[in-house]
T-cell receptor, first 114, second 112 residues
Framework: DADVTQTPRNRITKTGKRIMLECSQTKGHDRMYWYRQDPGLGLRLIYYSFDVKDINKGEISDGYSVSRQAQAKFSLSLESAIPNQTALYFC??????WGIGELFFGEGSRLTVL | QKEVEQNSGPLSVPEGAIASLNCTYSDRVSQSFFWYRQYSGKSPELIMSIYSNGDKEDGRFTAQLNKASQYVSLLIRDSQPSDSATYLCAVGPYNQGGKLIFGQGTELSVKP
């Protein structure tokens, strides 16, 4: 089983719908992140959390919210999805003890907003 | 200007050749630099990290960092078709683990 698991892996939805992407990890890392990837734009940070009580905005947080339910769980929500949120979303974890900047990524959640 | 710039490619090299991937960054206080490899349809994986000026070698991979020129590169010696992937350059301030800025990635194709 993957150390960082994302659900769903693929989702097609309509404009205005609420969507939640879930991430769970078995690595025991405190730090968790949500990135989105668009062709030609690389990975961009949406939100990150360094522990259960810590939530921080990244580069592109508008239109998104997150919840850190436990050390192992970090969810990303789109309250009212719009077409330009169509992208590949990655959850990632890190632990400075394993090397600063080493991110462990989930398999990705491909979201299409029609 | 993007904070981290890479040529998007595709970069095509013959099998056995040296592939050279380049990255420039704009934030002078950046202190940590990483190369991630992403196969098509897969998630990125870390292949190299470098923190000091100079070269760092790991097998067929060499990372080179020049902070004065704000430039980091990745050399892949004896390129193999299995090296065909997109290579993402990532830059971050020291001890801000995970708050990385990624380039757009360079697609590498190694032809047999």
């Amino acid at each position: 089983d993957a150390d960082v698991t994302q659900t769903p892996r693929n989702r097609i939805t309509k404009t205005g719908k609420r969507i939640m992407l879930e991430c769970s990890q078995t690595k025991g890392h405190d730090r968790m992140y949500w990135y989105r990837q668009d062709p030609g734009l690389g990975l961009r940070l949406i939100y990150y959390s360094f522990d259960v009580k810590d939530i921080n905005k990244g580069e592109i947080s508008d239109g998104y919210s997150v919840s850190r339910q436990a050390q192992a769980k970090f969810s990303l929500s789109l309250e009212s999805a719009i077409p330009n949120q169509t992208a590949l979303y990655f959850c990632a974890t890190s632990d400075p003890a394993w090397g600063i900047g080493e991110l462990f990524f989930g398999e990705g959640s491909r979201l299409t907003v029609l | 200007q993007k904070e981290v710039e890479q040529n998007s490619g595709p970069l095509s090299v013959p099998e056995g050749a040296i592939a050279s991937l380049n990255c420039t960054y704009s934030d002078r206080v950046s202190q940590s630099f990483f190369w991630y490899r992403q196969y098509s349809g897969k998630s990125p994986e870390l292949i190299m990290s470098i923190y000091s000026n100079g070269d760092k070698e790991d097998g067929r991979f060499t990372a080179q960092l020049n902070k004065a020129s704000q430039y980091v590169s990745l050399l892949i010696r004896d390129s193999q078709p299995s090296d065909s992937a997109t290579y993402l350059c990532a830059v971050g301030p020291y001890n801000q683990g995970g708050k990385l800025i990624f380039g757009q990635g360079t697609e590498l194709s190694v032809k047999p």
